[in-house]
């Protein structure tokens, strides 16, 4: 071995090593604790909405195969129309309890996802965040659906950038606590007005999660 090859061996054992004992010491300082409320506790009034019934909880089945720290899942009524409200949470997503992209679980049971599109979600607090929007059918069913991440402060429309997000927060911050929120209204006589109807709901919920999706 020459001399710039044995080098370079040192080299490369000294990084495996280093980043050893940096995998090891990440594993073993565990995640930040945060203080949050239980989302059973989230808001029953959101702007000119308000609540319609009681909570919508899953069969245990569904609730074992979605693996959420804690959910919402309730309607609300504006002006005659009907939004349903979904909000998953997950303490922590080291062990790969994460939540389930609609773009995985809708076309599997049975909806079509068409005319995909990025809107900006403007909320009466003067914050600005983008979101997807879909048209969803299941035979006579047509929705409009919205649905973004959020966790540690951040909002992101993309799965891809949302877990990049959620990686460098583990290492920084020590945290990959996160959520995904969802919102679906029936597009009814008019598409128009169930994407503006929509888009407001997503508006008022955003402005109301902090105490429940800390940053």
């Known amino acids: 071995m020459t001399a710039i090859s044995e080098s370079r061996f040192w080299v490369l054992i000294g990084v495996l090593l280093a980043g050893g004992i940096l995998i ?44 959420a720290s804690d959910y919402v899942m309730r309607d609300y009524v504006k002006e005659g129309r009907r939004a349903n409200l979904y909000i998953g949470y997950y303490s922590s997503q080291r062990t790969g309890s994460t939540y389930h992209s609609p773009q995985n679980c809708l076309p599997g049971s049975g909806w079509e996802m068409r005319n995909p599109e990025l809107v900006t979600i403007k909320t009466p607090g003067g914050r600005k965040f983008t979101a997807n929007r879909y048209l969803i059918e ?10 973004w991440y959020q966790g540690r402060g951040r909002s992101a429309a993309s799965e891809y950038y949302d877990k990049l997000y959620t990686v460098w927060d583990g290492v ?5 606590d996160g959520s995904m929120i969802r919102i679906m209204t029936v597009v009814g ?27």
């Open 172 to 176: 920084v911050r020590r945290r990959s």
């Open 189 to 215: 006589n008019s598409e128009s007005d169930a994407n503006l109807a929509a888009e407001d709901l997503a508006a008022q919920v955003a402005d109301n999660l902090a105490e429940f999706i800390p940053d």
């Open 24 to 67: 090891n010491w990440f594993e073993q300082r565990g995640e930040a604790t945060v203080v949050r409320r239980d989302l059973s506790e989230y808001n029953d009034t959101l702007g000119e909405w308000s609540q319609k019934g009681g909570d919508i909880r899953f069969s245990e089945q569904t609730e074992s195969v979605l693996k």
């Open 138 to 147: 299941n035979g006579k069913y047509k929705e409009v659906m919205i649905y």
